[in-house]
């Protein structure tokens, strides 16, 4: 699995080889994956998004861009204004936003302009993902605020569920192309 190791460690860790544990982060992203599946169900893209704040729940939302007929009703957006909202204040500093797909350049732009201090997030995002896979939003120094990141969190839960949102869609043939392989 690439990029498990690199996962594990701590941007700023990483040279010393220190693996950070990801447990303590599974709850929170259980949570965001059972916010994505309700998606799903109203024939949504399934991403789910949680904020917390000092351990702390105080946002979760998925994606409702169909439902709201909104293109910036992403999880990761609803969340964020659910939790300033919340707290009073559009400056998340102390919170850690979990969502279930890497965010889009949109979302990644919405993070840092919120000072979100920490990125969890499931799967990577080979069409949009602004975090790692096709734009470095979060750490990119010209920016005035840096994210940590901590991909890969259940990971394969996310993908697995976006998958078969997919497939489910592209039904009968792609039904007939998992009978074949
Ligand atoms: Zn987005």
Redesign the pocket.
């Known amino acids: 699995m690439r990029g498990l190791t690199m996962s594990l460690l701590r941007p700023a860790e990483a040279e010393l080889d220190m693996p950070v544990d990801l447990a303590p982060a599974e709850a929170p992203m259980r949570l965001a994956l059972q916010s994505a599946e309700q998606a799903g169900r109203s024939g949504e893209v399934p991403v789910g998004a949680v904020v917390v704040v000092r351990g702390q729940v105080v946002a979760v939302a998925h994606n409702q861009r169909e439902c709201l007929n909104d293109p910036t009703a992403?999880a990761?957006?609803i969340a964020m204004r659910a939790a300033a909202a919340a707290l009073g204040s559009w400056r998340l500093v102390d919170a850690d936003l979990y969502v279930t797909m890497e965010?889009?350049p949109?979302?990644a732009g919405a993070v840092v302009n919120a000072r979100v201090r920490r990125l969890f997030y499931g799967c990577d995002d080979p069409k949009a993902g602004a975090v790692r896979t096709l734009f470095r939003l979060l750490d990119d120094a010209r920016l005035n605020h840096q994210v940590e990141v901590f991909p890969g969190v259940l990971a394969a839960e996310s993908s697995a569920l976006l998958k078969s949102f997919f497939m489910r869609l592209r039904r009968p043939a792609a039904d007939l192309r998992v009978a074949q392989r």
Do not use: D, Q
């Open positions: 992403h990761e957006i965010p889009c949109m979302c």
